[in-house]
């Protein structure tokens, strides 16, 4: 008779898929409140214990670690001398695992566990006997996911046994499932022991979906999304109507939530290519919608557009007049929603915005050989904390203004400028090769938004005085940037000029 041992803690569809082995003459072997779930279902089973000839001890920490039962599963079946071992030592030949491991994912998920339910939690007979059986695929079958057992129970109907093919899927799955679990425990401890910079980085993502194409439509893709999710992601968002998103999409729909969080006020962001066209803020959302749309009119065209406050009819009746991409907002009114989703291809997305704020995870960016971990840029910062350097000094209206410029321009490529008042973006210059056709290109968007509001945000210091001088032609009356450019007082300087008020933060924010 073919032997089957069983032990699961996800025991979704276990009761038919062993049913099914047993119908196809197969013993089952199985442990703990898997045994109990089968013998409640009438399915006869054997204990481990009758199977290792040792009781489970530690609290269960210690039932399948036997050579009773690693014998059984690791034994080659073409050569005769492990058979022959097997015989002489009365261990029976396992043909079919069944695993699924201890929760360990979902017990750190919770909010506030405590390390020792986390470390009870860390399976250790169970990834053993996966990895054994996987080891031995010619001859063992291993299943980790319940989505393979319906093709293992048709090929066990159908030809007595599963294919090498099979087998060897199986066991490919398995190391992933092995590993993968390790991957999350090795991250886990490895915070708890306040390591930032571990000599082996542990990373696990879950295939989410594989893409039509990535960013050109010769290329493959796929989205793989990090096996603890944050809700505040356009991965855990709620799509309501619209085409499927694509690669692009999703990019442009990220940058888009990573800006959006940056504002508490009714606050509107126009992405395009990953690069900011237009910010607005207002009493409403229907007027903070009237400044973004203001800011650039033209390249908010086929836009991601994301917005801070539940979408009403008001602001929806103005999107809907022209062709965007996607709208991501905490939700949308009724009416709102029904005058959006008359567009047949528009995306429209919900995201958790009340976890906007939920500690992030660091960021990994793939060169080509390796890969770059950073911190998120999320910096809390103050403009009372800035220093200003000028004789003309910023005032009150002007300092709320240069801080909306400063959140804009953490957003858009470098070397990167936006030109903004108190209310929105007028003119955002990115991905320039030097910080002067940076400026010129926001300066240029603005034109004859340009008055007495107008602020500059630069990203990183001004390496000359000509940026400064350029934007103190162009009617420009207070600046924020870093500072810490060897040659500050030529721009400071310049700033005196012109009568702007400039301030540093110490602080720049590069976007590559």
């Not at 029976?92 to 750190?108: A, E, G, H, M, S």
């Not at 999304?225 to 809700?231: I, M, Q, Y």
């Not at 692009?248 to 800006?259: G, S, T, V, Y």
């Not at 904390?385 to 000028?390: E, G, I, L, P």
Request: net charge neutral; hydrophobic share 40%; proline share 4%.
């Amino acid at each position: 008779m073919k032997r089957a041992l069983v032990s699961v803690s996800d025991k979704t569809n276990l009761v038919p898929f062993v049913k099914g082995l047993v119908d196809n003459g197969f013993e089952i072997v199985s442990t703990g409140g898997t045994k109990r779930v089968l013998d409640e279902a009438g399915i006869q089973t054997v204990g481990i214990e009758d199977v290792t000839h040792f009781p489970e001890i530690l609290d269960g920490r210690v039932k399948t670690l036997n050579p009773y039962v690693h014998g059984g599963l690791l034994a080659r079946r073409e050569l005769p001398e492990h058979m022959a071992t097997l015989k002489k030592l009365h261990i029976t030949p396992i043909d079919l695992v069944c695993v699924n491991l201890y929760p360990f994912k979902q017990t750190i998920a919770q909010p506030d566990v405590d390390q020792a339910t986390a470390i009870e939690n860390i399976d250790i007979g169970g990834p053993s006997m996966v990895r054994s059986a996987a080891k031995n695929y010619r001859d063992v079958t291993i299943v980790v996911d319940q989505a393979d057992y319906k093709q293992v129970l048709a090929e066990i109907s159908d030809q007595g046994q599963t294919t090498l093919a099979t087998r060897a899927q199986l066991a490919a799955k398995a190391f992933r499932h092995t590993a993968a679990y390790d991957a999350l425990i090795a991250q886990y401890l490895t915070k708890q022991a306040g390591l930032v910079d571990p000599e082996k980085l542990t990373l696990t993502w879950d295939l989410k979906e594989k893409m039509r194409y990535g960013e050109n439509s010769h290329q493959q893709a796929w989205l793989y999304e990090d096996a603890l999710p944050k809700s505040y992601s356009v991965l855990e968002a709620k799509q309501l109507h619209g085409k499927k998103l694509s690669y692009n999409n999703i990019k442009d729909a990220d940058e888009a939530l990573r800006c959006i969080r940056e504002f508490n006020e009714p606050t509107v962001v126009a992405m395009k290519h990953m690069n900011p066209c237009g910010i607005g803020r207002g009493a409403s959302l229907e007027q903070a919608w009237d400044r973004a749309y203001a800011a650039d009119k033209v390249s908010i065209f086929g836009g991601v557009i994301a917005l801070n406050r539940s979408v009403d009819r008001a602001t929806a009746e103005k999107m809907h007049q022209i062709f965007l991409e996607i709208v991501i907002a905490p939700s949308f009114d009724d009416d709102a929603y029904a005058i959006l989703a008359k567009k047949k291809n528009i995306r429209l997305l919900t995201v958790d915005f009340t976890k906007k704020d939920e500690a992030p995870r660091q960021e990994v960016v793939s060169v080509m050989g390796g890969l770059l971990v950073q911190e998120q840029d999320v910096l809390a910062e103050d403009y009372h904390d800035w220093q200003c350097v000028t004789t003309a000094k910023p005032s009150e209206d002007q300092l709320r203004a240069l801080m909306f410029a400063w959140k804009a321009v953490k957003h858009a490529k470098s070397n990167a400028i936006v030109v903004a008042n108190g209310d929105r973006t007028l003119g955002v210059g990115e991905g320039q090769p030097n910080r002067i056709d940076s400026l010129k290109i926001a300066v240029k968007h603005a034109g004859a938004a340009i008055d007495s509001r107008t602020v500059m945000a630069s990203d990183a210091f001004f390496p000359f005085g000509d940026c400064v001088e350029y934007a103190g032609q162009h009617g420009i009356k207070a600046v924020v940037q870093p500072g810490g450019s060897i040659r500050d007082q030529e721009s400071i300087d310049m700033a005196n000029k012109y009568g702007i008020a400039m301030v540093t933060t110490g602080v720049r924010h590069f976007r590559h």
